[in-house]
């Protein structure tokens, strides 16, 4: 079984940057792809970005994270990030990662098999 550990979240103002990891440990999928969700309070959990372990790291973002959100793996550290500039207040959220079997790049919460525990981002303005 993976297991999925993120790290890096915390308070800051709008407009700077923090990096987000992901760190996966446990038997691990030849294939796979990395999803990251959010859940802002009150809000459902939605899809912020994706990468695949195939294809040269092929990744995909929501169109409210494009230009400003970098996914990225360190495959000998099985880890991957999440790096976020010019941070807005209506990024606050809980951050997730996510894991799925297979490289392709998916939107939909529940293709993701295995979910991290959380970490929450704060913006404040």
């Known amino acids: 079984q993976v297991q999925l550990v993120e790290s890096g979240g915390g308070l800051v103002q709008a407009g700077d940057s923090l990096r987000l990891s992901c760190a996966a440990s446990?038997?691990?999928?030849?294939?796979?792809?990395m999803g990251w969700f959010r859940q802002a309070p009150g809000k459902e959990r939605e899809f912020v970005g994706a990468?695949?372990?195939?294809?040269?790291?092929?990744?995909y973002y929501a169109n409210s994270v494009k230009g400003r959100f970098t996914i990225s793996r360190d495959k000998a550290k099985n880890t991957v990030y999440l790096q976020m500039n010019s941070l807005k207040p209506e990024d606050t959220a809980v951050y997730y990662c996510?894991?799925?079997?297979?490289?392709?790049?998916?939107?939909?919460?529940?293709?993701?098999?295995?979910w991290g525990q959380g970490t929450q981002v704060t913006v404040s303005s």
């Open positions: 990468i695949s372990s195939s294809g040269g790291n092929t990744t």
């Open positions: 996510a894991i799925r079997d297979g490289g392709g790049l998916r939107v939909r919460e529940s293709l993701y098999d295995v």
């Open positions: 446990g038997r691990t999928f030849s294939s796979y792809a």
